[in-house]
């Protein structure tokens, strides 16, 4: 019974909330994607131009005037190596967003390591070197779960794909990294642009997850954008296959900070740094949950349903969607709306948020 009505929660909540929000990986692509797109458009159109092609910095930086990080004109416009050079004596932009720089050829990788899985506005400022022999400059719109979305300024083919200019491209953080290394060598440094202190904009790498030690067999619930699944307990295992937020799986054995899975059948492993563990249930209190899904919308004091940020009477998925569009700058919000997409009460709207709602609407955590 317990398995039936487990499954029938992550029925509920891979269809009816996520059928919205994370139907599968190329929808979450595809709404950033475009953003993307739309914002190289604007740069073009705000410069005068019908292409950036070989002005790298100009394509750089008339993204981040349309993106309001630069107020007026252009704070920045060096070639590509100069980026960083200018950015480390600068503290905020003239659109207000504090500054920060980390240089060296491992500069991406440690960006993640230090602000975490969600990361939004990095100019990448690549030296000479590769197969292009040049210096190169681009702008990531967003570095979320282990994948880079930006547009570039020439066209590139990664892999069987090809991506003409200032089209909106999804890349492993992996293959991003090797494949501008092939193609400009080393990286020169980056810039972070946030609004306020970077490491309040960040969500953290392991937000929501145990130590290992804590780790136990039983049910998690993904709480990562999309989650890999490899074939071994390791990231130098080979991929077969991504989980997206909100599935609910069952963690067959544990080894470090990975769960072996069943995955269509076979075995898979995820990374549970990505995952929250459920506490067993009773079934009474599964029927409940699920009720509470499909029926019951909780009011505050003030008589408003909780989690309601779209303000059609009901909280769903399509308000965690509207969550992360906020908190990644794809939507404007009203002051109440901002309010109210601050699940948590930290004072900030970021993808954090959304997850917490998405997992209070499908019956799994209390707000």
Not at 44 to 71: D, P, W
């Amino acid at each position: 019974m317990k398995k039936i009505i487990a499954a029938l929660i992550a029925a509920v909540v891979m269809i009816s909330a996520y059928a919205a929000l994370f139907a599968s990986a190329a929808s979450v692509d595809g709404d950033l994607l475009d953003s993307i797109t739309e914002t190289y458009s604007a740069a073009l159109k705000e410069a005068g131009r019908s292409s950036f092609h070989g002005s790298c910095n100009l394509a750089t930086a008339y993204q981040l005037k349309v993106m309001g990080i630069y107020k007026d004109g252009l704070d920045c416009s060096e070639s590509g190596d100069k980026w960083y050079d200018y950015f480390q004596n600068v503290s905020t932009t003239s659109g207000g967003y504090t500054v920060t720089t980390i240089g060296g050829a491992d500069c991406l990788t440690e960006l993640i390591k230090t602000y975490g899985n969600e990361i939004y506005n990095v100019v990448y400022s690549l030296g000479t070197g590769g197969t292009s022999g040049c210096v190169h400059v681009l702008y990531i719109r967003a570095i979320i779960d282990g994948y880079v979305y930006f547009a570039d300024s020439f066209g590139c083919t990664y892999g069987s794909t090809y991506y003409p200019e200032g089209k909106g491209t999804v890349l492993t953080v992996e293959k991003f990294i090797s494949s501008y290394r092939s193609m400009n060598g080393n990286p020169y440094g980056l810039v972070y642009f946030t609004q306020g202190d970077p490491s309040e904009a960040a969500v953290s790498v392991s937000a929501g997850s145990s130590s290992s030690a804590d780790l136990t067999e039983g049910e998690y619930v993904i709480n990562a954008s999309v989650l890999n699944v490899r074939s071994g307990g390791s990231t130098d295992d080979n991929v077969i296959g991504s989980l997206i937020c909100g599935t609910i799986v069952t963690v067959y054995e544990i080894n470090g900070n990975w769960g072996l899975i069943d995955y269509n059948g076979n075995d898979g492993w995820i990374c549970l740094d990505y995952a929250d563990y459920i506490e067993p249930s009773s079934d009474e209190d599964a029927e409940t949950a699920v009720s509470g899904l499909l029926n019951a919308q909780i009011e505050d004091e003030s008589g408003a349903v909780i989690g309601d940020v779209d303000g059609n009477g009901k909280a769903s998925a399509s308000d965690a969607r509207l969550v992360l569009r906020i908190a990644a700058n794809l939507a404007d919000a009203t002051e109440e709306q901002l309010s109210r997409a601050d699940i948590n009460g930290d004072g900030q709207v970021t993808g954090s948020d959304a997850r917490m709602l998405i997992r209070y609407v499908a019956g799994l955590q209390d707000i």
